[in-house]
T-cell receptor, first 117, second 111 residues
């Protein structure tokens, strides 16, 4: 149980375009989803936290107008990178926590590799 | 400001020996610590955790030690197996309930 999927696993796009990444909890209801970004050889950095049905809470330094997060249902959250630039190229990982989970339980998706040309 | 630090980017250990991965933190408000294992192009998978009220937690071949006064924790894997080769992340949780990760240590188990 507690499987989280992400789609796509890899995406290449041109500079200036927008890219949408989906994060799904497959066998549980995710009341909270988290979005992380990992640059090569660096730690996972939390970008934002989203609770189903409410606006996402962004970490300091993360542009909410650039990284649009929607958590419209208990099994799906999306991250849209708008007007992507090469510096947005990174590995994006989501995680999910269910209503029955303790606060320290997060289940991670496999990640999405974004390359902006 | 890196609140969770893994100062060794890589570690190489002989199969069958003990692997010791270290992690230091600076924020005394952290009260729960976790270790994750990560393969390339995959998300982290939970390995073992420890609450700040304990100093040791063991699960099979994996043991995590916490030294609160030194703000240091370590993960011991014994005996090490080739399948343990991966990147290991230390993470901490505090009142904000947000995971703060270290930079990771790449563990290579040599046959």
């Amino acid at each position: 149980g507690a499987v989280v999927s992400q789609h796509p696993s890899r995406v290449i796009c041109k500079s200036g375009t927008s890219v949408k990444i989906e994060c799904r909890s497959l066998d549980f209801q995710a009341t909270t989803m988290f979005w992380y970004r990992q640059f090569p050889k660096q730690s996972l950095m939390l970008m934002a936290t989203s609770n189903e049905g409410s606006k996402a809470t962004y970490e300091q330094g993360v542009e909410k107008d650039k990284f649009l997060i929607n958590h419209a249902s208990l099994t799906l959250s999306t991250l849209t990178v708008t007007s992507a630039h090469p510096e947005d190229s990174s590995f994006y990982i989501c995680s999910a926590r269910g209503s029955a989970s303790s606060y320290n339980e997060q289940f991670f998706g496999p990640g999405t590799r974004l390359t902006v040309l | 400001d890196q609140q969770v630090k893994q100062n060794s980017p890589s570690l190489s250990v002989q199969e069958g020996r003990i692997s010791i991965l270290n992690c230091d933190y600076t924020n005394s408000m952290f009260d729960y610590f976790l270790w994750y294992k990560k393969y390339p192009a995959e998300g982290p998978t939970f390995l073992i955790s420890i609450s700040s009220i304990k100093d040791k937690n063991e699960d099979g071949r994996f043991t995590v030690f916490l030294n609160k006064s030194a703000k240091h924790l370590s993960l011991h894997i014994v005996p090490s197996q080739p399948g343990d080769s991966a990147v290991y992340f230390c993470a901490a949780l505090g009142g904000a309930q947000k995971l703060v990760f270290g930079q990771g240590t790449r563990l290579t188990i040599n046959p």
